[in-house]
């Protein structure tokens, strides 16, 4: 699992300089990952500290949350409100190729570090600025969190068995990890356009875009008024059968994507009247005929137990799988023969976190443990 | 400002070779991006897409595969492929090539060669494969879905009652998997141009990205000093569905404010409700933010906040909370979020009505300012060098 080098320099993005002026999640994984991409990465944090030092859990004292977001990143404490601090990191913005914030609304501008007056010293820095409803009012003041986001973008609409009316997602921080996700794609993209121009610019990345990115198929139905009737339990409704089926232990997940598959999956369940079924034979009458489907093969799912549907539906190549404790696929096989999670030696022992989430050929790409948090060293980006 | 961007990959080719959902995302978005998209088909291999879900008549494609894959070109590849070579000269005069193929059957479709010429760096390809669950260990060649990764990553665990009542109304597997397959693909031609490297080998799963996106969850549940928060318990909680108003549901949190010894936003805010008699209850000082959120004393709180809740709004409701420093949002459907203001602001999702196609430009590039010109480029910046190919 473990996945450590001391050279900072690889990477896609070895010798990109980022500065970090971010807490909580979704700007720190921001850098976090521009950092695992190769950048070297300062986050600055303020007296008060990153408030997930103190989110539970602890790990050997610090919020195992700080330990996640921060990884590939050195650590300096800065109080902007004090001169020679601010002069300081003002050196540093005239370094950087990027600088990400996600200060409330005009927090930013009070502190000295707005774009208009970093772009004055700094024509070339890549500015991003990361929110929960974006710049534009009404909601560009209002207060955002992951399961605030969830609840405003229709992304807990989806969720749920068919008698709820909405569900929140229990996974903190899933839209804020993919608020990241989304700046980084725009900051490397800002990044190349000023391979071009030499100029930089300042991007708006709000969370609220990225809830809506997640749910690009349903927003591409809804946009074209076809939207499917939701939730539905575990069925999904793009494919058929899709859904968790229970067998004499517990539900197998299974989907059925294609018309050959569904043939394949009739004769793994032995079911020729199915195969024979003229008013199956297509996606589009499965979608369409779920309950039927679910009417006819639970009973045959339910006579077996899962070790054999599992054995029976990957012999025939059909997607199956069951509901994994976190924990112990964690150490599965599969998760260590990728390397899917890192784990890092520190101060704070042994940390776990997401593996790298993509793999490079030639400029490869590593992980690091996060800093201490808290440290007045004045560091400066190599090179 | 308006929103941009849409010329960084300008001349640029991407040629796709792969299905579903997460790989033609990342051309989408590459394409959107100013590159030119070219799909191949081959005759033996259908994409699943095109028939899944719901479409706008009966002769056309789904329109969930219309929304990924209007705008690119299609090239069909004759039933003597294999002999004329016409695969491999597409993939191999390509900037780009996304794939959902393995190692294994990329060698099998003739490609050997070209497949260990862009992993040892000498081809100028960067080739991004997308695969469900990683090129290596016993789960390489098996097929993956996007329900069936995240029931085995775990995922299920945090929605619904048991595991295998619900799922997640969302692909954020195949979604997220397109999103890192796009970063991949923009700075391996980042580096490309930066540091003159050649093309490279690309991987990313879903199965690896769904995991990665964990990763708050991973370091939680790795070797905790206390079982304590959302974030190690939320595996364990009943569904979370927000507090009840007169005509809807609600979610909201106040910092760390929560309870009479906290900060006064909470506190003027019951009081503002009428339910000034939270301040005497030692819960909500004790638990405090636990109480609201996904915090793990919601439950045990419900019931008093749900009793002063019921003659307001949701809308009464999140504007007050707001006003005393917190933050609230009402439960939408999504047909209401995108009704809202502010998602029409923010100018994401195009009209579209009845078209099915180019719903959604790429998230989170709008540019509020530039710098002046007169400011100059950087020392070293001024080229028009980089990122122009062959």
Redesign the interface.
Known sequence: LSETKSDQRC?????LKVLDLTIM?AGP?AAS?LGQ?GADVIKVEPPAGDGTRW???????LG??Y???NVNKRSVTLDLRREDDRDYMLSLVDEADVFIQNFSGGVADRLGVG??TL??R????V?C?IS????????DK????????????????????PA???????????ID???A??????V???????????????????M???A?????????????????E??A???????YP???Y?TLD??V???V??DDEWRRFCEAIESPELLHDDSLS???QR?NNRAEIRRVIEPILGSRPSMWWLRCL?RQ???????????A??RH??????S??GRLESEW???????????????EVFLHAPPRPGSSERVRFHG | MGDLLASVLTGMRIVEWCSGIAGPLAGRRLRDFGATVTRLELPDEQDWLQAAGACLSPSVDSVVFEALNAGKQCVSMGTDWRNNKDLENELSSADIVITDKTREQVDAAGLRLLRSDVEAGVSPVIWVSVTPHGPRGPWARMPGSELTVEASTGYMGYIGIEPGASRLGNYVGEIGTGIFATQAALAAIYAKAERSAGGQWIDVSVMQSLLSMASIQVAAHADPDDFLGPRIRGEFYPPQRGWRCSDGQITFAFGGAVGKSGRPGWVNFVQEIGAGWMLEDERFDEFGLDTTGLGIRVEETREAYEDAFSSYTCDELVRLIREYGGSAARFQTLPEALNHPQVHKLGLVHDAANTGASVTRIPGIRVLGRPPQSDCAREGMTGKEGIEHD
């Open positions: 990477g896609p993005l070895a010798g999640a994984w990952l991409l989110v539970h859990p602890y790990q050997h004292g195992t949350n330990l996640a977001m774009y208009e772009a004055r700094n024509a070339g820095l500015y600025s929960g409803f974006g710049s534009p009012p009404p909601l209002a207060k955002a969190a992951d399961y605030i986001i969830q609840a405003f973008s229709g992304f807990a609409w989806g969720n749920g068995t709820d009316e909405f569900e929140q997602f229990r996974f903190t921080g899933f990890l993919a608020t996700m989304v700046a980084v794609q725009s490397v993209a800002a990044l190349l356009e000023r391979r071009n121009t030499g100029l930089g610019m300042h991007l708006d990345v709000p609220l875009e990225a809506l990115e997640l749910q690009f198929v349903r927003v591409s139905q809804a946009a074209a008024g076809v939207l499917s939701v939730p339990g575990s069925d999904g409704d793009l494919v899709d859904g968790a229970q517990r539900p997940f299974i989907t994507r294609t297509r996606n589009e979608v990957r190549q059909i997607c199956v799988a069951v509901s994994q404790n976190s924990d696929f964690n096989e599969q998760v260590i023969a990728n899917m999670i022992g042994s940390v776990e976190v997401g593996g790298l989430p993509w793999r490079f050929s030639d400029t």
